[in-house]
Nanobody, 122 residues
Framework: QVQLVESGGGLVEAGGSLRLSCAAS????????MGWFRQAPGEERAVVAT????????YYADSVKGRFTISRDNAKNTVYLQMNILKPEDTAVYYC???????????????WGQGTQVTVSS
């Protein structure tokens, strides 16, 4: 079992920045690929960014490329999502998730946090 707890969400003006954190516990963190996903009201949950266990492979959704950066600190059992140049369309609940095999498919992730709200005002 892996337990995940997100933090760092909030309200920010368009053009601003936020950094989300996801703290993991329960198993060897580096054995798990991690992902950030988001779900806006009325929409399906979608991938934002993913990172492999040792951080060597990363994936970004086209909508966030060049603005968001995913990273991890395996010594701290934490994955981060640095979000810059935020836009109102980035407003959503952001979830972190874990999987044993690196993937950018939402359905491959079996462990999920509770989510953190990000609201970007125009």
């Amino acid at each position: 079992q892996v337990q995940l707890v997100e933090s760092g969400g909030g309200l920010v003006e368009a053009g601003g920045s936020l950094r989300l954190s996801c703290a993991a516990s329960g198993r060897t963190f580096s054995n798990y690929a991690m992902g950030w996903f988001r779900q806006a009201p009325g929409e399906e949950r979608a991938v934002v960014a993913t990172i492999s266990g040792l951080g060597r492979s990363k994936y970004y959704a086209d909508s966030v490329k060049g603005r968001f950066t995913i990273s991890r600190d395996n010594a701290k059992n934490t994955v981060y999502l640095q979000m810059n140049i935020l836009k109102p369309e980035d407003t959503a609940v952001y979830y972190c998730a874990a999987t044993r095999t690196y993937s950018s498919n939402l359905s491959d992730y079996g462990y999920w946090g509770q989510g953190t709200q990000v609201t970007v005002s125009s």
